[in-house]
Every structure is written in structure tokens, then in C-alpha cells.
């Protein structure tokens, strides 16, 4: 792993986390649309921390077959511990039976650490626990920790407001502050890209890391040079937050054809997103145009393709 953050054979960070994950540094590569292809998912767990399964990368971007993927990635990281990530919002109902079979055959392939998103996590939890799997949930603040909580999650994802992509609106500290009384397991996400922010978060309470951005910029990773130079280019200042991705605040590098597009949503579709059945339609619309263009312009060596954020 070229991400210069790896452990030395033998050495590790012991953590609740890596004693519940066989692991042995506490860092995880958190699920990435488009750019979790399989080579850079087995190089985190080979390394020593955990790589998450993205599936529509996998399949959609990537172009794996969903089991041969899996069985792919256990091959690259020498049968080390990966992880998968579940959306679980029930935004459409083909969509969360094909989320459905998906866990069921990363079960089978044994995989045995889930990260849920964007919904109610218990039947994630019921399928995987029987079968000694752990989950972790995302969240942004503590009535989300709650209800991941209630929901029967192992333990939390503390995503917050220097987090790439979807992004809380809470410092490390507060976030920590607020989840720490659920008496959970809670790993930091946002803003780590070196040790000493590693160790800062570790500090603070953490149990781990979860990383993204800065495991695109590595030579594992199939996202285009242009987009990764981008990403080294880039200071704190050039980062903004826009909801014409998929409706909801996402952090991204303000490019021209960022700042062009603008970054909220228009009156007509924040309507939509106030109804409790239309919030789903629009979500659904958002997303499906965001795989297409997300992919378009992650694998385009160009740069000219000006339908992704960098």
C-alpha cells in the first residue's frame, strides 16, 4: 500500500475495533463510488487495516461479476478480513433486494464487517450477527447514533465535517462528544490523512479511523491521474459543499464546473424533497444521475469530461 500510512509486518495499534476485526491497525477505506475498485481494497486490508466493498463500483464502474469481485479482492489481500458496505435506505424496492442478495452472498463469500448507510441498520444486523458479523453504522450526529443504536449496530461511524463526500456539520471532538454516551464502539471519519491525525483522533476516544480521499490518491487506485492530482493540488480552502450531487450537502473540490453548476438544489426539487414519498423519488433521480456521471469523468484521463467534481 503506497498510502504511507502502513504498519510494519508484525507492529499493530490495538483497538476495540481491531480486536473485533482480526485486524491490526485501526484504519479503515471507507466505501468510495466510483473509485473502490477491488485492487485498492485488498491493499488496505494486505497492509494491515480493512478495505470496504462498494458494490456499485464494483459492478457498475468496474465491471465485476458481484461474487467473482469478492472472491477477487480475498485472492489480492491474501485472504485478509474486507468489509462491505449496505445503503440501506429503502429508496426503491429492486434496489433493496438486489442490497439484499448482495449481503447474503458476501456473507457466503465470508465476509464478516458491515457499514450501513442512510437508513434503519436491524436488518443488516439480523442477517449478518448469526453468523458472528459485526456492523457499524454512519452517522452525523446523535439522533442518528441513536437510531443505529436502537437498530442493534456494533458500533458507529462518526462522519464529520472534514469528511470528503457526504459530510456532517460537527467538529471530531463535539461529534465524539455527542455519541460517546451511546456506549458504543465510535470510529472517526473526515479528516484524517496522517498519523499524527490518526493519533489525534485516537486520542480523543476513537476506536479507529475511517479514510477515503486520501486513499484515492494512490497508485492502487483506478481513478484518473488527472482527478488524483487534483486531489494532492487541493487545499482546505477549496472545498465545497453542494447538494446538485445527489440533494444532500456533499464536499467536493470547487471546481469551475462545480461553481457553475451551482451548489443548491432548485426550489421545485427542495419541495419534492420535503414530501415523505417524493423525498424518495428525487433521491432515487439524484442518484442514478450521479453513478452515471460520477463514472464518466473518475475514469477519464482527460480531465474534459465536466461531469464529476474535480
Not at 504511507?4 to 477505506?29: D, F, K, N, S, W
Amino acid at each position: 500500500m503506497s498510502a504511507g500510512l502502513e504498519v510494519p509486518e508484525g507492529a499493530g495499534i490495538a483497538t476495540p475495533l481491531t480486536r473485533q476485526l482480526g485486524i491490526r491497525t485501526p484504519i479503515i477505506c471507507g466505501p468510495l463510488y466510483p473509485c473502490s475498485n477491488p485492487e485498492l481494497v485488498a491493499a488496505v486490508s494486505r497492509a494491515g487495516g480493512i478495505g470496504i466493498v462498494q458494490p456499485i463500483s464494483l459492478t457498475y464502474v468496474h465491471g465485476h461479476e458481484f461474487r467473482a469481485g469478492l472472491r477477487l479482492i480475498r485472492e489480492l489481500s491474501g485472504g485478509r478480513p474486507y468489509g462491505f458496505n449496505a445503503l440501506i435506505e429503502a429508496s426503491s424496492r429492486t434496489y433493496m433486494d438486489r442490497m439484499r442478495r448482495w449481503v447474503d452472498l458476501a456473507l457466503e463469500e465470508g465476509v464478516r464487517f458491515f457499514i450501513t448507510s442512510l437508513g434503519n441498520p436491524r436488518w443488516v444486523v439480523d442477517a449478518v450477527t448469526p453468523h458472528g458479523g459485526i456492523v457499524y453504522h454512519d452517522v452525523t450526529e446523535l439522533k442518528w447514533g441513536a437510531k443505529g443504536r436502537d437498530g442493534g449496530a456494533h458500533g458507529l461511524i462518526a462522519v464529520n465535517r472534514r469528511a470528503g463526500g457526504h459530510t456532517g456539520s460537527r467538529t471530531p471532538q463535539q461529534l465524539f462528544d455527542e455519541l460517546a454516551p451511546l456506549g458504543l464502539p465510535v470510529v472517526c471519519a473526515g479528516g484524517i490523512a496522517t498519523g499524527a491525525e490518526m493519533a489525534q483522533a485516537l486520542g480523543i476516544g476513537y476506536v479507529g479511523v475511517q479514510l477515503g480521499t486520501r486513499f484515492i490518491a494512490t497508485p492502487e487506485c483506478r481513478a484518473a491521474d488527472v482527478y488524483k492530482q487534483a486531489i494532492v493540488r487541493a487545499e482546505e480552502d477549496d472545498i465545497v459543499l453542494t447538494e446538485r450531487i445527489s440533494g444532500v450537502p456533499v464536499s467536493v473540490i470547487g471546481t469551475p464546473y462545480i461553481r457553475r453548476l451551482g451548489t443548491k438544489v432548485g426550489p421545485f426539487a427542495r419541495w419534492m424533497f420535503k414530501g415523505r414519498k417524493t423525498k424518495h423519488w428525487m433521491r432515487t433521480f439524484y442518484g442514478l444521475r450521479s453513478l452515471w456521471q460520477l463514472k464518466r469523468s473518475s475514469l477519464d484521463e482527460t480531465g474534459e469530461k465536466e461531469s464529476g467534481p474535480w
